[in-house]
C-alpha cells in the first residue's frame, strides 16, 4: 500500500511533509513503515518531549480510557482539576482555561486581554503590539497576530489591533505603545521564527514597562515552555513573570492539549458564558498531562535539560564549517544559523537516520526530547558532520 500517494489523494496539500511514513517509536526512536530507524530531534515539534510511548504517559492513558474518554465541561472532571493545581502551582498565577492547541490558547489570551479592559470601562484598550517574527499560530487571530507576513497572504481581511515592533528592540516597543495599548504578545525565545532567545534583562524591561503603562504581558511558551529551556517555564529564566502564559504542544504529553493561565485578577473576567471549549480539559488528555508533569519533576529531567543542552550546544560550536553562522537558543531549544539555505541538509540527515527542521530558510532547529543522553547527542552530531562534508 502506497500510504504517501493515497494520502496525497485524500488530505490537503497544506503541509511540506518529507517522503516517510513513520509507524510506531520507542524514547527518542521512531521506525518508518520499511523498517528504518531514525533518531528523533524533532519531538514532534516538541510535543512528544519525553520522547516516543513514555511508560508513565502510557499507562496514565489507558487507565484513563478504561474510565472515562470524554466529559463535558459542564462538569468536573478529577484529571483536569488535577493538572490545573499543578499549573498554578508552578506558574505562581491564578487560574487555568484548557483548549485543545497552541493557536486556541493565543486566542483565549487575546480575548482574555481585550474582556479584561473591557471590564475595566477602558473600551478603546484593545490593541496589541507583538514581535516581527514572531509565530501564534493559524486562527485568523493568531496569524494576524503573528510577525510574518508569510503566513497571511490570501487571507486579507485580517483581525484589525495589531501592531509589530523587532525583537529585542526595547526602545522600538516603548516608542509603540498607545493609548489603545492594552497588552504586548510575545515569545521568551522565537522558535519558528528562527530561534531567538530573548537579550538578557530585555524581558525586565518589558516587564517594567506594562506596569509602568498599566498593560498585560503575555507570554507565548507554546514551543518554549514545559521545561524545554531547563525550566517548567522559560520566562523563569529570565526572572519576570507575565500576566497571562500560553501552552500547548508538550502539555499534553503528546496528546492535543493547550492551556492558559493568568493571574486571579486577570482571569476574573472570563465568567460563564465568555468563552469555551468543548474539548478542553478533555479527561484522557489531562491524565497524559499529569503523568508528564509528574514524571519532569520527580525525574529530575529539568537538570538533565541544563547538562545535555550544554553538551550539545559545545558540539555544534566544535563542528568546523565555514557555512555555520551562529548557534543560539536556550535549553534544549537551539538553532544553527548557516549562510546557506538547510533544507538540503535537513533531508539529507533525514536519508541518514537523524529528523531534523528547519526554522526558517538558513535556520536547522535541534529539539531533542528532554531525556535524551549525551551518547545519543554524539550521534546526532556525528551523522550531522557527515552531512555537512557531503554537502560542502
Same mark, same amino acid.
Given at each position: 500500500?502506497?500510504?504517501?500517494?493515497?494520502?496525497? *489523494?485524500v488530505?490537503?496539500g497544506?503541509?511540506g511533509?518529507?517522503p516517510?511514513?513513520?509507524e510506531r517509536g520507542?524514547?527518542?526512536?521512531?521506525w518508518? $513503515?520499511?523498517?528504518k530507524?531514525?533518531?528523533?530531534?524533532?519531538?514532534?515539534?516538541s &510535543?512528544n *518531549?519525553?520522547?516516543?510511548? =513514555?511508560?508513565?504517559?502510557?499507562?496514565?492513558?489507558?487507565?484513563?480510557?478504561?474510565?472515562?474518554f /470524554? +466529559?463535558?465541561n459542564?462538569?468536573?472532571?478529577?484529571?483536569?482539576?488535577?493538572l490545573? !493545581?499543578?499549573?498554578?502551582?508552578?506558574?505562581?498565577?491564578?487560574k487555568?482555561?484548557?483548549?485543545?492547541s497552541?493557536?486556541?490558547a493565543?486566542?483565549?489570551?487575546?480575548k482574555l486581554a481585550?474582556?479584561?479592559?473591557?471590564?475595566q470601562g477602558?473600551?478603546?484598550?484593545?490593541?496589541?503590539?507583538?514581535m516581527?517574527?514572531s509565530? =501564534?499560530?493559524?486562527?485568523?487571530?493568531?496569524?494576524?497576530a503573528?510577525?510574518q507576513?508569510?503566513?497571511?497572504t490570501?487571507?486579507?481581511p485580517?483581525?484589525?489591533?495589531f /501592531?509589530?515592533?523587532?525583537y529585542?528592540?526595547?526602545e522600538?516597543?516603548?516608542?509603540?505603545?498607545?493609548?489603545r495599548t492594552?497588552?504586548v504578545?510575545?515569545?521568551?525565545?522565537?522558535? !519558528?521564527?528562527g &530561534?531567538y @532567545?530573548a537579550d538578557?534583562?530585555?524581558?525586565?524591561?518589558?516587564?517594567?514597562?506594562?506596569?509602568?503603562?498599566?498593560?498585560?504581558l503575555i507570554?507565548?511558551?507554546i514551543? +518554549?515552555?514545559?521545561?524545554r529551556?531547563g525550566?517548567?517555564?522559560?520566562? !523563569?529564566?529570565?526572572?519576570?513573570?507575565?500576566?497571562?502564559?500560553?501552552?500547548?504542544?508538550?502539555?499534553?504529553?503528546g496528546? @492535543?492539549?493547550?492551556?492558559f493561565?493568568?493571574?486571579d485578577?486577570v482571569?476574573?473576567?472570563?465568567? @460563564?458564558?465568555? /468563552?469555551?471549549s468543548?474539548?478542553?480539559g478533555?479527561p484522557?488528555a489531562?491524565a497524559a498531562? *499529569?503523568?508528564?508533569?509528574e $514524571?519532569?519533576?520527580?525525574? =529530575?529531567?529539568l537538570d *538533565? &535539560?541544563?547538562?545535555?543542552s550544554?553538551?550539545?550546544?559545545?558540539?555544534?560550536?566544535?563542528?568546523?564549517?565555514?557555512?555555520?553562522?551562529?548557534?543560539?537558543? %536556550?535549553?534544549?531549544?537551539?538553532? %544553527?544559523?548557516?549562510?546557506?539555505?538547510?533544507? @538540503?541538509m535537513?533531508n539529507? +540527515?533525514l536519508?541518514?537516520?537523524?529528523?531534523?527542521?528547519?526554522?526558517?530558510?538558513n535556520?536547522?532547529?535541534?529539539?531533542?526530547?528532554?531525556?535524551i543522553?549525551? !551518547?545519543?547527542v554524539?550521534?546526532? &552530531?556525528a551523522?550531522?558532520?557527515?552531512?555537512?562534508k557531503?554537502?560542502?
Amino acid at each position: 500500500m502506497d500510504y504517501i500517494e493515497d494520502g496525497k *489523494n485524500v488530505l490537503m496539500g497544506t503541509y511540506g511533509r518529507f517522503p516517510i511514513v513513520l509507524e510506531r517509536g520507542e524514547g527518542p526512536w521512531v521506525w518508518d $513503515t520499511e523498517g528504518k530507524r531514525y533518531l528523533d530531534f524533532t519531538c514532534g515539534i516538541s &510535543v512528544n *518531549n519525553l520522547g516516543q510511548c =513514555h511508560p508513565a504517559i502510557v499507562q496514565a492513558v489507558q487507565k484513563q480510557a478504561a474510565k472515562m474518554f /470524554h +466529559c463535558s465541561n459542564l462538569y468536573w472532571s478529577i484529571p483536569q482539576v488535577a493538572l490545573a !493545581e499543578k499549573l498554578v502551582s508552578y506558574s505562581g498565577l491564578g487560574k487555568v482555561f484548557f483548549c485543545n492547541s497552541g493557536a486556541e490558547a493565543n486566542e483565549g489570551a487575546i480575548k482574555l486581554a481585550r474582556k479584561y479592559f473591557y471590564d475595566q470601562g477602558q473600551t478603546d484598550k484593545n490593541e496589541i503590539i507583538t514581535m516581527v517574527k514572531s509565530f =501564534h499560530g493559524r486562527t485568523l487571530a493568531t496569524l494576524t497576530a503573528t510577525g510574518q507576513d508569510k503566513v497571511k497572504t490570501g487571507f486579507a481581511p485580517l483581525m484589525p489591533g495589531f /501592531h509589530y515592533v523587532p525583537y529585542n528592540d526595547f526602545e522600538g516597543l516603548a516608542a509603540a505603545v498607545n493609548d489603545r495599548t492594552c497588552a504586548v504578545m510575545m515569545e521568551p525565545i522565537q522558535g !519558528e521564527g528562527g &530561534v531567538y @532567545p530573548a537579550d538578557a534583562g530585555y524581558l525586565k524591561k518589558v516587564r517594567s514597562l506594562c506596569e509602568e503603562k498599566g498593560l498585560l504581558l503575555i507570554f507565548d511558551e507554546i514551543q +518554549c515552555g514545559m521545561g524545554r529551556t531547563g525550566t517548567m517555564f522559560a520566562y !523563569e529564566n529570565y526572572g519576570v513573570r507575565p500576566d497571562i502564559v500560553t501552552l500547548a504542544k508538550a502539555l499534553g504529553g503528546g496528546l @492535543p492539549m493547550g492551556a492558559f493561565i493568568a493571574t486571579d485578577e486577570v482571569s476574573a473576567s472570563f465568567g @460563564p458564558g465568555s /468563552h469555551g471549549s468543548t474539548f478542553g480539559g478533555n479527561p484522557v488528555a489531562a491524565a497524559a498531562g *499529569n503523568a508528564y508533569l509528574e $514524571t519532569v519533576a520527580e525525574k =529530575h529531567l529539568l537538570d *538533565n &535539560v541544563k547538562t545535555v543542552s550544554a553538551y550539545l550546544k559545545d558540539q555544534l560550536a566544535a563542528i568546523d564549517d565555514s557555512r555555520i553562522k551562529e548557534i543560539r537558543g %536556550m535549553g534544549l531549544l537551539l538553532g %544553527m544559523e548557516m549562510t546557506v539555505e538547510v533544507a @538540503p541538509m535537513v533531508n539529507s +540527515c533525514l536519508k541518514q537516520g537523524l529528523l531534523l527542521l528547519n526554522a526558517g530558510p538558513n535556520v536547522i532547529r535541534f529539539l531533542p526530547p528532554l531525556n535524551i543522553t549525551e !551518547e545519543l547527542v554524539d550521534s546526532a &552530531v556525528a551523522i550531522l558532520k557527515k552531512v555537512f562534508k557531503e554537502e560542502a
